[in-house]
Each structure stands twice: as structure tokens, then as C-alpha cells.
């Protein structure tokens, strides 16, 4: 009668105990991205300024190379360039990549490296299941070729027999 009450007991705490580590985990997950996505913005924000620095010394130039009037024209032009490309881009529903990545709440990496794309690095338990998983169906497989194969033997064993007791 008290067995059970207890078991129930370390039922209960076990789920509780479990909650709240994957509630710690979506936490962590949760600042991981959160960093990331700082990390990102202020990426942005430093292209963004870069971007007007070359702007405005490329404005400085023209304006004494060629004089005011000359730097007007190549800025109104460049003002509309750049506008047809957002317009282009918000019409296209394309978004600058995010290229400094995320983590998963596996621990699971994923990042975007030039020339290869995204790429996604597996947390040691993540690759320690995904290499469980392997060799469990590699171990499948490999007992259902022996089976078979038996199978195959037992087979070939009785039709030998049966040979033999017909031929005398």
C-alpha cells in the first residue's frame, strides 16, 4: 500500500526535476540567441555606417573633382539606385542572410560560412545519438544478413537430406 505511494512520489519529482532542466535549457537557448542576434544587429549597424563613410567620402570627391552641381546629380542618382534596390528586395520578399548563425536548445550550431553556405555543427550529444542510431541499424542489418543467411543454410541442409533419402 505505501509502495506505490511512494513510487508515485519519485514519479512526480523525476517530472519535476525534468521540467525544469529543459526549462534551464530553453533559458540558456534563449540568451545564446539572444547574444547572437545582438552580435548580428551590431554587424549590420557597422555595414550600415561603413556604407555612409564611403558614401560621404565618395560625395567629398566628387565635389572637388568635378564641383557641386556634378556632386548633386551623382548623389540623386545614387539615392534612386539605392532605392530601386530596396524596392526591389522588399518586392522580392528578400532579407539581408544573417551570416553570424544560432544555436539550437540541442546545443546544436549553425553558421554561415563564405563559399560553403550554412553549415551546422552537432552538439557531442547530438553526434553521440546520431552515432548511436548508426550503429544500431548497422547492427540490424547486419543480424538480419546472418539470419538470413542461416535461413538460407537450414534450407539448403534439408534439401540435401531429402536428396539423399530419395536417391537410396
Do not use: C, H
Not at 530553453?26 to 540568451?31: D, E, Q, V, W
Not at 566628387?62 to 556632386?71: C, H, K, P, W
Not at 534450407?155 to 540435401?160: C, F, G
Amino acid at each position: 500500500m505505501v509502495l506505490p505511494l511512494i513510487g508515485a512520489a519519485i514519479g512526480a519529482g523525476a517530472t519535476l526535476m525534468a521540467a525544469r532542466s529543459a526549462a534551464n535549457s530553453a533559458k540558456n537557448t534563449a540568451k545564446s540567441n539572444e547574444r547572437i542576434n545582438q552580435q548580428n544587429l551590431a554587424a549590420r549597424n557597422a555595414e550600415r555606417m561603413d556604407s555612409i563613410a564611403a558614401a560621404e567620402k565618395m560625395d567629398a570627391w566628387m565635389r572637388q573633382t568635378y564641383g557641386d552641381q556634378v556632386a548633386d546629380r551623382q548623389l540623386q542618382m545614387a539615392r534612386l539606385a539605392n532605392e530601386r534596390e530596396e524596392y526591389k528586395g522588399e518586392v522580392a520578399g528578400q532579407r539581408t542572410e544573417e551570416k553570424l548563425g544560432y544555436t539550437d536548445a540541442l546545443g546544436n550550431s549553425t553558421q554561415f560560412v563564405p563559399g560553403k553556405g550554412w553549415v551546422t555543427t552537432a552538439a557531442k550529444k547530438t553526434d553521440d545519438q546520431i552515432r548511436a542510431d548508426v550503429r544500431e541499424e548497422m547492427d540490424e542489418d547486419l543480424f538480419r544478413q546472418v539470419r538470413d543467411e542461416s535461413i538460407g543454410w537450414g534450407r539448403e541442409a534439408m534439401d540435401y537430406t531429402r536428396q539423399q533419402r530419395e536417391a537410396s
